[in-house]
C-alpha cells in the first residue's frame, strides 16, 4: 500500500504553515519527518490523520480520505500526538481498548477484549494490564499509547515526537518496537522526529520539512548530510558514516552566518 500526499496546503488563519507538500510513503517503511520547529511536521501528520482540512489530497491506497467515513478513517489511521494521559483516571487495559472506540457499542465484544489483550502480549506490557496509566513511566506510558494506535489495526502509523522526554534506554526501545511492528504489520509509520542520529538508524527514508515545504527526501545518506544540517538547522557539523553503515551526525556549533554558508556550499533547503 502507499500513502500519497499531494499539493497539500494548510493555514492557521492567515498564517500559511504547509505550502504545497508532496511526498510518498510505503507499507513496511518508516519515513522520518524532520525539519526544525515551527517547519509544519505536527500540522502535516493532523492533515494525514484527518484532524484538519487541508487544500489538496490525501490518497491512502489510491483512495481520498476525504472519501472515508469517519469510522474508516478511525480504523485506517493511527495517530500518537505528542501530549500524554498521564494524569487519567484509567487502567492500562482500559486505556488500550478505547482505542477501540470505533467498533465499541454499549457492550464491549468478546472480540474487543482478545485484540487488547493480544496487543498487549505483542508489545509485551501485559504485566501492567492492571496498574493505573499514572503509575506508569514516561517510556511505559508511550508504550500504552502505541498499543491504543494498534487495537485499531491501522494502515498508517503516524507518531509525533514519539520518544520526547524519554531517556536514551526508553527512546530505543520505543524505536526498536516501532520498527519491528511497521515490519511485522506492514505499516506505513511516519515519524516527526528531531534526533537526526535516531533518525538514521531507524528510518528507511526521510522527508526534509522546511517553511511548509519538502526540501529534500531519500534515505539516509542522501539526506543527512553537512550543507543540509547547516542550511536547515544552521549548524555546522561533520557527518559521519559509523560502523553499521549509518551516518551519524557530529555537531561543531552555530552558524553565525547561515545564509553565507548556504551560498558557498550552493545549498539551500527553504
Not at 481520498?64 to 467515513?69: A, G, P
Not at 548530510?225 to 555537531?251: F, H, L, R
Request: aromatic share 6%.
Amino acid at each position: 500500500m502507499v500513502l500519497s500526499v499531494r499539493n497539500l496546503r494548510f493555514s492557521y488563519g492567515s498564517v500559511a504553515v504547509l505550502k504545497g507538500v508532496n511526498l510518498k510513503a510505503v507499507s513496511g517503511d518508516i519515513t522520518a519527518l524532520i525539519g526544525p520547529n515551527a517547519a509544519g511536521k505536527s500540522t502535516l501528520l493532523k492533515c494525514i490523520a484527518g484532524m484538519l482540512r487541508p487544500e489538496g489530497e490525501v490518497l491512502v491506497g489510491g483512495r481520498s480520505i476525504t472519501d472515508l467515513s469517519s469510522e474508516e478513517l478511525s480504523r485506517c489511521v493511527g495517530y500518537l500526538p505528542q501530549a500524554n494521559f498521564s494524569s487519567a483516571a484509567l487502567r492500562v487495559f482500559e486505556v488500550v481498548l478505547l482505542g477501540r472506540v470505533h467498533s465499541l457499542s454499549w457492550r464491549v465484544s468478546e472480540e474487543d477484549f482478545d485484540i487488547v489483550s493480544d496487543v498487549l502480549v505483542e508489545l509485551d506490557i501485559e504485566n501492567l494490564a492492571s496498574r493505573y496509566i499514572g503509575e506508569l513511566s514516561g517510556g511505559q506510558q508511550q508504550m500504552v499509547a502505541i498499543a491504543q494506535a494498534l487495537v485499531r489495526k491501522p494502515d498508517i502509523l503516524l507518531l509525533d515526537e514519539p520518544t520526547n522526554s524519554l531517556d536514551l534506554k526508553n527512546q530505543l526501545e520505543v524505536f526498536e518496537v516501532v520498527r519491528e511492528i511497521t515490519v511485522k504489520r506492514g505499516l506505513i509509520t511516519l515519524m516527526a522526529m528531531h534526533d537526526l542520529n535516531l533518525a538514521a538508524r531507524y528510518a528507511d527514508s526521510f522527508v526534509v520539512i522546511n517553511g511548509g515545504r519538502v526540501c529534500v527526501e531519500g534515505d539516509s545518506r542522501t539526506v543527512i548530510t553537512p550543507g543540509m544540517v547547516g542550511s536547515i538547522y544552521g549548524i555546522n557539523a561533520s557527518v559521519y558514516i559509523d560502523e553499521d553503515g549509518v551516518p551519524q551526525v557530529n555537531p561543531k556549533g552555530i552558524l553565525r552566518d547561515e545564509k553565507l554558508y548556504q551560498r558557498r556550499e550552493g545549498r539551500y533547503y527553504g
